[in-house]
Every structure is written in structure tokens, then in C-alpha cells.
């Protein structure tokens, strides 16, 4: 039997959709919650600086926009049927987790200067992104 497109398909949606949804959440955030800007106003208080919401922000927006378009790249080439899908998918799901640690590890005065709720959910459309690369690689055994 066939593999269904749509297993591809969703994986790649849920990895796009993932992405946006971080810049929801920022959106969210710095309209009301603040939460960004509460912790780095802690992690940078002790030494008398005041953090950049706009530049906060500003690397969560990029993170959301980079993972976003690559996902959006991937599906555009796994609708097309190339093999090169995969591994295009496998490099988007190793750049997507890398900016996600960036924001997890990224530190200055010995503190992080993002909690981590917002590499967690940076880190989510790396782990759909994982499922859709295994299902890209998965060939169809109808296909050679």
C-alpha cells in the first residue's frame, strides 16, 4: 500500500504551525503578559542594565519567521516528490533545534536570559519536523 501524502503532509503542517505559534505566544506576551520582559528585568537588574524588549522580542519574532519559512521550504519541496525532501527536512529539523537551544542556553551575567518556556516552545517544530523527516525518508514501496 502506498504511503499516504497526507502523513507528510501533516507532520510538516504541524511543524509550521508550531512555529507560528512561538510568534503567537510573543505576540501574546508582549501585548499583556510581559513574562519576557519580567525575567530579563531580574537577570539584568543586579548589574544596573535595563534589557531591549524590542530586541528580546525581536530574536523570538526571527526564530519564529526563520523556523516558519524553512518549513514552509520543506513543504514546497516534498509536494514536488523529490528525494531530496529528507534530507532538506533532516537539515530544517537540526536548524530549527539549534536556533531552539540558542534560546534555551543564551546567557549574559552568569543567568539565562530567557526562561525556558520559550525554548520549549521553540524547540517544538523540531520535534514534529523529526516525525515529518521520518516519514519523508520512509520511501513508497510502489515507487524506485
Known sequence: ??????EKSIALTTATALSAVLAVAAIIDQAGGH??????DTVYAPVGKHPSA???????????IIDAALWLLVRRVARS???S??????????????LAILLLVSSE??????PPLWGGLALLPS???????????????GRR
Do not use: C, K, N
Open 1 to 6: 500500500m502506498r504511503q499516504s501524502l497526507s
Open 35 to 40: 513574562t519576557l520582559m519580567d525575567h530579563a
Open 54 to 64: 524590542g530586541l528580546l522580542y525581536g530574536l523570538v519574532y526571527t526564530v519564529a
Open 81 to 83: 516528490h523529490r528525494r
Open 85 to 98: 525532501a529528507s534530507i532538506l527536512a533532516m537539515t530544517v529539523t537540526v536548524i530549527s533545534a539549534s
Open 109 to 114: 551575567y552568569g543567568a539565562r536570559i530567557f
Open 127 to 141: 520535534v514534529a519536523g523529526t516525525l515529518a523527516a521520518a516519514f519523508l525518508l520512509r520511501r513508497d514501496p
